[in-house]
C-alpha cells in the first residue's frame, strides 16, 4: 500500500493552513468548525491549489510547488466522500455508481447492499443509503486513497450507530490511506487510531486517542476530547503534590506538576457522585447544583456546578438525581491532568 | 350592517374592479384581433406571399440568431456563473445592456458598428461583406437584441449548479469538458430553455433595431413584424392575419415555458464548502 504524503501551506481566510501528514491506515481529523479540516481534503483531491507544498501517494506526485507540478483533480486518485454527499441528483443510484466509468458498478451495489435501490434517485434515499451510494462510487472509482469528509454528520443519532460500526468494518477492510474530518471527538476515536486536532490551520497534537485523553497537549485539545476543564491558579506542595485555587474558590489537589495560570483536566469518568459530604480517598470535592441529567445509552451525563460526571444509569437512579438538587462531585488528585493556560 | 364590514366589503369590491379592468386591458387587444375577422378569412389571408415571405425571412433570421445565441452564450455565461475574476459584474452588465437599450438606438448602434462608414464597417468592407440591408443583417440585429434574455437566465441556471457536484464529477475522474456534459448541462436544461424561449420571442418580434440596420425589403428583410408595418396603409386584413399568427406562436412559446418550468430536476443535494477551483 502506498502511502499518502501531504505537506503543504495554503491561506484561507482568516489563517494560513499549514501541516504535514504521512497517513498510512486511518486517520482523523478533528477540529471546531472553521478549522480547515475541509480545505485539507479539498488540497489532496486538487480542488484548491496550495502556493507551497508537496501532495503524493506513493511515487505518484499529485503535487510539487518546487517543480510547478499540480495534477488536475480528474488526474488524482481519489475517493472523496462529500460531507453531504453530492450524488448527481438527475442520475440513478447505478448510474451515479458506475458515473466514473470504470465498469463494475453491479459489483458495488451488491457490495453496500443498495442493488434494490439501483433505479431510484438520490433524493428518495434515506441519510444511511445516501451514504453508501457515497461510499460505493467513490471505491467504484478504483482510489488510491480515501477522503471522507463528515461521513457521520448528516445522519440522524439512531442511524449513526450503525453506519459507523459500517464504515469501522470498511476502512479495516480496505486497507488505504485515509483520513475522516469530524467535528466529533466520539466519532474519531470509534474509527480510527491515530487522530491529528486541527485548530486555525494548526494540528495541536497528532497522537492515538488513548494518548490524547491521557496526555493531552493543550487546554483545547483536553475540552475537545470531553474532559471538563476547571481554571485555576497552582502551587506546589511540600510532598510533590500541587494544589490549584479554582476560579470559583474550590481548592483541588492534583499529583502532577504545574505552576501559575493552569487548567485542571478531569474526564468525566474519574468523577463520583454523591449527595451527602463524606470521607473516602478522593481528595478533591466539588459542591454544586445539579444543572444537567442527560442520559447517553446506558450511562447517564450529570452537571454539578462546573464539572460534568458519568455515572451509570443505575446509580443515577439510586441517587435521586433532579435538577435543582445539591450533589457533591469527587475525584482522586491522580485522576487529574494539568495542562498551561495561556 | 357594521360601518368596518361596509368598508370591508367596498374593499372587496375595489380588488374585484381593479383586477377586472387590468385583466380586460390586456386580454381585449389580443382578443380583437381574432373577434376583427373571421377565422376562414384570417387562414386565407395566411396564404398571401406578402406573409408566407415574411414568414420564411422571419424564422431563417430568427433560427439562425438563436442558433448563434446559443452558440456563443452558453459558455460566456458558463464563464460568468463559474469563475470570479476582476470586472466580471461589469462584464455582466455589459451583457445586459441591450436589454435595456431603446430598439432604434440598437440599430444605430449596429449600423455604427457595421455600417458601411461604421467601425468595422471598413474593414468588413474590404473583405466584400457589406451588412447592412441584407438577411445576415435581420440576424445580427436580432441575436444582438435578443441574446441577453437567454444569457441572463443560462447565468442564473449555471450558478443554481452546486459547485460540489462539478467537484464531485472532477474527483472521479471526469474532465472538465465532460463534466459540463454530463453535470452542469443536464442540471441547468430548465433555465437554459426558459431563457431560449424568451430570447426566441423577443427575436420573432423584433422590430426597431431591425428596421434601422437590416430595412424592410420584402423577400430579403422583411420580418413578419415589418410586414405588419409596411401593409398597415395596404390591407389591413393582412396585418391582422399576421398578428393573429404571431399571437399564437408566442402563446405556444410560453405555454411551453410554463411546461419546461414545471419539471426541473435541479434540486441539489448538497450544501458544502466545496467549489471548484478554476483551472486555465
Redesign the interface.
Known sequence: MAALHADFALPLRSFELELALEVEGTVALVGPSGAGK?SVL?AI?????PPRGRIALGDDVWLDSRRAVCR?????R???V?????????LTVRQNVA???HGRADEFLERFRISHLADAR??ALSGGE?QRVALA??LA?GPGTILL?EPLSALDAHTKGTVRAELQELLSELALPTILVTHDFEDAAALVDQVGVLVDGRLRQFATTSELVDRPADAFVASFTGANLLRGQARRLDDDTTAVELTTGELIYSTERGEGSVGVVVYPWEVSIGRLQHEDSAMNLIRGEIRSVVAVGNRVRVRIGPITAEVTASSAEKLELGRGGIAFATFKATGTRLVPLA | MSGRGARRALLGLAYFLASGVALAFLVLPVLAIFVHVSPGKLIDQLSNPVVTDALIVSLKTTVLAQALILLFGTPTAYLLASRRFPGRSLCVTLVELPLVLPPAVAGIGLLAAFGRFGLLGSTLGWFGIGLPFTQAAVTVAVAFVASPLYVRQAIAAFEAVDPNLVAASRTLGVGPARTFFRVVLPLARGGLIAGEALAFARGLGEFGATIMFAGSLEKVTQTLPLAIYAQFEVNFDVTLAISALLILISAALLISLKLASQWQPSTPTSHSRFGLLSWS
Open positions: 475541509t479539498r483531491a486538487g480542488l484548491v491549489r488536475k483533480p480528474d488526474e488524482r481519489v475517493g472523496l462529500f460531507q453531504e454527499y453530492a450524488l448527481f441528483p438527475h458515473y466514473s466509468g438520490p433524493t445516501r462510487r467513490a472509482r469528509d
